[in-house]
């Protein structure tokens, strides 16, 4: 019982990283993509 409660709280800790850092990487592309195409968008 106590390993599973262990790889639940590993498995949300990795996501909760892994997701942070994907959101972070969209950010930034959408950020570069708005820049090098200027204001087409606005």
Do not use: C, D, P, W
């Amino acid at each position: 019982m106590r390993h599973v409660l262990l790889l639940i709280m590993t498995m949300v800790i990795f996501y909760q990283r892994i997701h942070k850092q994907v959101v972070i990487a969209i950010v930034k592309r959408e950020y570069q993509i708005k820049m090098t195409s200027g204001f087409y968008y606005h």
